[in-house]
């Protein structure tokens, strides 16, 4: 910024020119200690964050709700009436709950927050004359960017250099068609659609290059033209929404039926103020009032619990849809596997060779029949070895801790790079010109010095390029297509991955590519083995059991793809990308669903295996880590991007990113969301029952004439206390031990079925007919008022207590174990009991709620009406497993 541009802007500046305006190099870039001074000076590469309300705001916003508007009129009306103590308590109650929901709507933000950092992109960079992977928030101004296929464009760039560089421009101008760039434009064209810039938040899908960072986070194109619009953190899904909309329904019909009482009990002669106390109860009661607050809450403790297990949820209703996931469709390559490759056999003039040695060091041996082999006396070994060097872009390191050897780029050209420095093979020619390799073309291509061309890819492709075969003395001969396919297969057979290799001669003067290369000579093939990863298979089986269909998608080889399967439990047929083309849209969905391991699929084909799918009714959990894999991750229920080796546009479009590509973090995930949805539904089945019931008991009392048997104060102190106390352990619950033995839950089903509305109704109804039978019994036998009502509070706080254990499993009886394996259920009930203690009997408790102490009989009568919900709801269960057994 307090660099004079005096040369105009970037677009219109040579490369050169630019570079020293920026004060950097545009080959070597900067410094780390000048990086580190501009981004002092400058602050880091980020947008302008979305102005947020302020706490004072969110607070004040925590009282706007029906239900403490009916709260507030109530505190008036009460000290209208001359009652000042309720009066307090009323309003002491509003500011705690405001207080709690506050906390609450804090907490699920700061864990929605803690991911979006997590999700940061990661960039290239040119530091000290090294490339360097950094957050994108550090670029500075003046820094050199490297840029492949699939990342994000990080700041805006003058570009230095580009190989086929074309990028996704859509975010910023709405055009879907990739631009093709070049650092050379300069003139009129450039200044019209900018084709030596590459800008913030636009993709790379094609190619590299490399670029100057010219402005940085407001100061970039997207950064002035957009302002990042309001909330980014929604803590919104279908499901809360759905429970908000129950909520309000369920809100707006208690306040009426309050109303109706109120006209109904002054109609037939009743006090106002005494009626107005009832409506007041009413509503308070049986508002279900903390429902959405508890689901926000266990969704983002689901979420931080994924998280824990590398499974980073980018959109939160995919929490909820990971519980319904039928099929999980996986990449093979790093996901199943670990993406390790180690050549360990080569093909090569009409002879087969062993290589030893594991891992990235280049420390092994090419064996022969048992015996080591010199690549100088064999051309057409040699040859092979020197293609994969020549036509690669990865290189081998040797430095860190342990001194081990590690691999920049690309695995599988990391493999070709170590077999030959076992054969000591050290230097490929100087390289003028390449084709890049992509999933679509299968090959890449390279020019080098003294015109000799070299290309690898898959067999299918490299022998469709070749017309002739190196022999073994290094003369030429015809292509024996049937015995190198013979050889690949059996390398497949092992689920060894296979490269094909080849080389043609072009015009020692060329220093351009066409593509594509001319006719090749093949050399060979190089095989590769790739560990499955030891969680896989059991992954695999878990998901089974789960009643999950796991279906292998991969751009390797059928005979690779159907050995790798074997190992992991994914048998049967194999059908490739072929096979998919030639099969009608109408007989997909069933080939689809039948079949488990796809090869050779491009992934145009996976947004058609994803569609054929949902038109089955499943809903598919996909894999991807390519730049073409987003329409398919977009389309599939859940998306699922890789963190480590995903491209930066295959993480935008998922919904989930997995911090260790792990195929095993997915089911993990399936687990977790499927106890995320348990939890809920235990919580709502538990919850509703004491809305019902005190709603029931005072429209009994008030149709019924009499006093009323709870007061507003109490229900609110039931509110307060109980529900609070005892609904919190929900959100921590572990999962069922049998949830990963059951079929996925059916998205079509409502959230709470027949059966658990029977059972939310059975206790209600104890409830109405224990309180309401109690209070009227206690006064019969001599009780006072206070005494009574003091019973029914404690009814309804010691029956949710026994519900609770209840609800620990809807299915089985869990008493001890529950309180084992959550702890904070034992907790919860001895806070709740030690609460009730000191309501019943601590005489500030008596001015404040009117409570008074209660005799044992009366202890053993609240008891005996706890006792008994408990056994009838642990009869219906049993009743419900013989039915469902039947
Ligand atoms: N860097 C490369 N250069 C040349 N050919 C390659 C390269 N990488 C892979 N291939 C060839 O292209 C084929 C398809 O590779 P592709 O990358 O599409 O599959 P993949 O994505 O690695 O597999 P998966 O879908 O299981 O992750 C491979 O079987 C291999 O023969």
Redesign the pocket.
Known sequence: MNTTTVTGPPYQCTPREVAEDLGTDPDLGLTSDEAAARLARHGPNVLPEARRRGPVARFLLQFHNPLIYVLLVSAVITTALGDHVDAAVILGVVVANAIVGFVQEARAERALAALAAMTRTVTTAVRDGRPARLPSEELVRGDLVLLEAGDRIPADLRLVRAADLSVDESALTGESAPVAKTPDALGEAALADRRNMAHSGTFVTYGRGAGLVTATGAGTEIGLVHRLVGSATAVQTPLTRKIARFSRVVTVAILALAALTFAVGVLRGRPVPEMLTAAVALAVGAIPEGLPAVVTITLAFGVARMVRRNAIVRRLPAVETLGSTTVICT???????R?QMTVTGIAAGGRLFEVTGTGYAPRGEILAGGGRVEAAAHPALRECLMAGLA???ARITQGGDGGGWSLVG?P??GALVVSAAKAGLGEAPERLDTIT???ER???ATLHAGGVIYA????E?ILAMSDRQLAADGGTEPLDVEGITAVAHAYGGQAL????LARADADPAADHLTEPPPRLVFLGLQAMHDPPREEAARAVHACRTAGIQVK??????AA??RAVGARIGLDGEVMTGADLAATADGDLPGAVERTAVFA???PEQKLRLVRALQARSHVIAMTG??VNDAPALKQADIGVAMGRDGTEVAKESADMVLTDDDFASIEAAVEEGRGVFDNLVKFIVWALPANIGLGLVLVAAILGGGELPILPVQVLWLNMTAVLVLGLPFAVEPRDEDIMRRPPRDPALPLITRRLTARILLVAAILLAGAFGLFHWEQAHGASLAEARTVVVNVFAMTLLAYLFNCLSLEHPMLWHGVRRNPWVGAGALALIAIQVFYTYVPVMHDLFRSAPLSPGAWARVAAVAAIAYALVELAKWATRRTERA
């Not at 292998?552 to 080889?557: E, F, L, N, V």
């Open positions: 990449d093979k390559t790093g996901t199943l596997t993406n036509c690669n872009d690309d599988t050209e390799f992509s999933s299968q090959y890449m690898k890819g898959s067999l492709r991955r296979v490269l094909a292998m998608i991969t751009g390797d080889h690779t793809a050779r699929v491009s880590d390519g």
